[in-house]
């Protein structure tokens, strides 16, 4: 008779058990306001040798993005910065190598603006350095996807003075995590 009577009440604490540990592990971003930081670092490598500008071009560099959002109701605004941290360097045939150090404790920031309509976050930097339509991800969770690779385009200056543009993508499709709060 006792344990017909402990069965439910253990099933009871089981269900109950099983529930806070299922929301325990639910997001801890709040689904309706993504406002925080969020950051997300990409890895560049390139190893290429450039037949029409004689060059061999090598890059080894990673990129962190920091986004600091507020979220007012869908309405999205706030700052992205980015910072990077590595190296790129160009050699010309027949000339001394060219090397570029990038610091990342000189990071740039500018403004974004955009919406959150569940689960798609866009935004939109327009006095940055970004392609149009980059910055769309996906939200799930603690996460945001980018679904794509982030292209950095690089300008280089040969020994003849003529300019020209060379892009590599990023090692792996661009995604980014929840930090906390602002």
Same mark, same amino acid.
């Given at each position: 008779?006792?344990?017909?009577?402990?069965?439910?009440?253990?099933?009871?604490?089981? =269900?109950?058990?099983?529930?806070? =540990?299922?929301?325990?592990?639910?997001?801890?971003?709040?689904?309706?306001?993504?406002?925080?930081? %969020?950051?997300?670092?990409?890895?560049?490598?390139?190893?290429?040798?450039?037949?029409?500008?004689?060059?061999?071009?090598?890059?080894?560099?990673?990129?962190?993005?920091?986004?600091?959002?507020?979220?007012?109701?869908?309405?999205?605004?706030?700052?992205?910065?980015?910072?990077?941290?590595?190296?790129?360097?160009?050699? $010309?045939?027949?000339?001394?190598?060219?090397?570029?150090?990038?610091?990342?404790?000189?990071?740039?920031?500018?403004?974004?603006?955009?919406?959150?309509?569940?689960?798609?976050?866009?935004?939109?930097?327009?006095?940055?350095?970004?392609?149009?339509?980059? %910055?769309?991800?996906?939200?799930?969770?603690?996460?945001?996807?980018?679904?794509?690779?982030?292209?950095?385009?690089?300008?280089?200056?040969?020994?003849?003075?003529?300019?020209?543009?060379?892009?590599?993508?990023?090692?792996?499709?661009?995604?980014?995590?929840? $930090?906390?709060?602002?």
């Amino acid at each position: 008779m006792i344990t017909r009577r402990l069965i439910p009440a253990f099933a009871g604490l089981g =269900v109950f058990l099983g529930a806070l =540990v299922f929301f325990s592990g639910c997001d801890a971003v709040n689904s309706n306001d993504l406002s925080g930081v %969020w950051t997300g670092t990409a890895t560049f490598t390139s190893d290429s040798i450039l037949a029409d500008q004689n060059l061999h071009f090598k890059a080894d560099y990673e990129a962190t993005f920091t986004f600091r959002i507020t979220d007012d109701g869908g309405l999205i605004t706030g700052t992205v910065e980015g910072a990077f941290d590595g190296i790129r360097t160009t050699t $010309e045939a027949g000339h001394d190598p060219r090397r570029i150090t990038f610091d990342p404790s000189t990071p740039f920031s500018d403004e974004l603006f955009g919406t959150f309509i569940k689960p798609v976050l866009e935004m939109d930097v327009p006095d940055g350095p970004y392609e149009d339509d980059l %910055w769309t991800f996906n939200v799930a969770g603690n996460g945001a996807k980018l679904n794509r690779f982030l292209t950095h385009q690089h300008t280089v200056t040969l020994a003849d003075s003529t300019d020209f543009t060379f892009d590599i993508n990023s090692d792996a499709f661009f995604e980014m995590r929840y $930090e906390g709060g602002s």
